[in-house]
């Protein structure tokens, strides 16, 4: 392998069931019109995702391997396959790889941690690195307006990776806002 990349993410994704939520929005034509749009809590999850992603770049690559295990808490329940797409948005809007359909294996397990629940993500460059521009430092997405309202710049340890404890609190709070709990 060329190059790996490991972090976690202390939430666990939402079901691609519960990725998205009908709307009403007015068209064009000044009618009404059903659709759909990203739920708060895929928001929260995808966000988290970039949160603890952060200044980590893949080299930019044909083909990568993702391999996730989701650690699910007291009284949740998941299926490994709806939990492929918010990891894989996430990961694309994070800016860790260009585009997440250049994916070519995708390995999500399921178990079970009750007192920690979380997502341990590991991805794999499969191929030699392509000599076209990519992803890198400078292009990285910008961090959401208001979390940097909330809690300044990046802190970041000597070997350049976030701190995360901050962030973790940031995270897990807005993903039980997003869940209606509190």
């Known amino acids: 392998m060329y190059q790996t990349l490991q972090f ?20 064009k034509d000044g009618y009404a019109h059903r659709g759909r749009k990203l739920s708060k809590e895929a928001k929260a999850y995808r966000e ?5 992603a952060r ?12 391999r996730v295990i989701v650690f699910l808490g007291y009284r949740q329940r998941g299926d490994a396959g709806n939990f492929e797409k918010n990891i894989g948005d996430g990961l694309q809007e994070a800016g860790v790889f260009a585009n997440d359909s250049r994916v070519k294996n995708y390995n999500i397990s399921v178990d079970r ?10 991805i794999e460059v499969m191929s030699p690195p392509q000599r076209t521009k990519g992803v890198t430092i400078d292009n990285l997405p910008a ?14 340890h000597g070997d350049g990776s976030p701190h995360e ?16 709990k509190s």
Not at 165 to 180: L, V
Request: charged share 20%.
């Open 8 to 27: 976690t993410v202390p939430l666990t994704p939402p079901s691609v069931n519960h990725t998205y939520q009908p709307c009403m929005y007015t068209g």
């Open 113 to 122: 941690d009750w007192n920690n629940p979380r997502t341990e993500i590991t």
């Open 48 to 52: 988290a995702v970039a949160l603890f």
């Open 55 to 66: 200044g980590r770049v893949m080299l930019d690559a044909k083909a990568y391997s993702v």
């Open 165 to 180: 404890s901050s962030w973790r609190t940031f995270a897990r709070k807005q993903y039980r806002e997003a869940q209606g």
């Open 143 to 156: 961090m959401p307006e208001r979390i940097q309202k909330q809690f300044g710049p990046v802190v970041t």
